[in-house]
């Protein structure tokens, strides 16, 4: 089955850069995402990329993917504390519907 | 335009005790998933339905979990006899399609926060 991973935990100051980490098993997913929860909030889709792509680029958010690996990062430039929140990693199902595999979440904590 | 709603947001029951969760999608998506949190762990797929349709259930425990979504009304997911492993954060999402497309990415609801004393 599809399985997601993170690493729990990361720790930046403000104005540096964060990378958050993940693994996937399915090969065949067609589309993965990073989410951004908020404490006592629902989760917010920050980007996606699609698995014919390495390299997506959106404001102060850089997705790379290494399709051979089944590694993708997530990177934020200028970290600033309203950064703070869960990250979710999450890839999709490519047999029809959009089931969704969810990582456990790596939570960011940017110190000011 | 609404974003998915949910409500309660928190709610607090008695092992034994039936929880009702409800989902009201955003207007003009028919298509509706439902998500278990379990402390420090991330998003579990439960059920998928479809109005009037369960589409895929495979991740709904076999006991005590049930859901629909009617013709009218909220999506429901009910619990019944809770115990206390069902303390949980439970989303809903929801698309206008049932396709596999970011365009069709899921908006989420904030959430119920079901505690089970």
């Known amino acids: 089955g599809e399985d997601v991973e993170q690493s729990l935990f990361l720790s930046v100051r403000e104005g540096d850069s964060s990378v958050i980490n993940c693994t996937y098993t399915d090969s065949s997913s067609t589309y993965l995402y990073w989410y951004k929860q908020e404490p006592g909030a629902g989760l917010q889709l920050l980007t996606y990329?699609?698995?014919?792509?390495d390299m997506k680029q959106d404001q102060r958010l850089t997705v790379l993917l290494n399709k051979k690996d089944k590694h993708l990062s997530l990177r934020i430039a200028d970290t600033q504390t309203g950064d703070s929140a869960i990250y979710f990693c999450?890839?999709?199902?490519?047999?029809?519907?959009?089931?969704?595999?969810f990582g456990i979440g790596t939570k960011l904590q940017v110190i000011p | 335009n609404a974003g998915v709603m949910q409500n309660p947001r928190h709610l607090v029951r008695r092992r034994g005790q039936e929880a009702r969760l409800r989902c009201s999608p955003m207007?003009?998506?028919?298509?509706v998933y439902w998500y278990r949190q379990l402390p420090e762990e991330g998003l579990k797929f439960m059920v998928y339905?479809?109005?009037?349709?369960?589409?895929?259930e495979s991740g709904m425990p076999k006991e005590r979990f049930s859901a629909e979504f009617p013709k009218e009304g909220p999506s429901i997911l009910r619990i019944q006899q809770v115990v206390r492993g069902d303390s949980a954060a439970y989303f809903c999402a929801s698309t206008s399609r049932g396709a596999a497309h970011p365009r069709e990415t899921q908006y989420f609801g904030p959430g119920t926060r079901l505690l089970v004393l």
């Open positions: 207007k003009g998506h028919s298509h």
């Open positions: 339905l479809q109005k009037e349709n369960i589409i895929d």
């Open positions: 990329i699609f698995s014919n792509m």
């Open positions: 999450a890839e999709v199902d490519s047999g029809g519907y959009q089931k969704v595999t």
